[in-house]
């Protein structure tokens, strides 16, 4: 069955960096494109990058352009989420997401940024 755990969330000061990790299985990862988004509280889930099946093409909400940096390694199964410069709004719980014929949700990784 297609799972998808995340790793690598924290608490980080402003400013600060953390890369966070969503490991794939269930599913061959070097077919599917996948994403990262994130919900923070009293808010909906909102995609912030995205990342094709070979790496070779990426995109980002304007709110983290130049900041995040999604990458993949097909061979570990893989995706990451390069978080710099981070500021509190970024503040919120972190999915990886694959659809793979239908939704794949991972359990979500806290992210809180202190001021």
């Known amino acids: 069955q297609v799972q998808l755990v995340e790793s690598g969330g924290g608490l980080v000061q402003a400013g600060g960096s953390l890369r966070l990790s969503c490991a794939a299985s269930?599913?061959?990862?070097?077919?599917?494109?996948m994403s990262w988004y994130r919900q923070a509280p009293g808010k909906e889930r909102e995609l912030i990058a995205g990342?094709?099946?070979?790496?070779?093409?990426?995109n980002y909400a304007d709110s983290v352009k130049g900041r995040f940096t999604i990458s993949r390694d097909n061979a570990k199964n893989t995706v990451y989420l390069q978080m710099n410069s981070l500021k509190p709004e970024d503040t919120a719980v972190y999915f990886c997401?694959?659809?793979?014929?239908?939704?794949?949700w991972g359990q979500g990784t806290q992210v809180t940024v202190s001021s």
């Open positions: 990342i094709s099946n070979d790496g070779g093409r990426t």
């Open positions: 997401y694959a659809r793979v014929f239908r939704d794949y």
């Open positions: 269930g599913f061959t990862f070097s077919w599917i494109a």
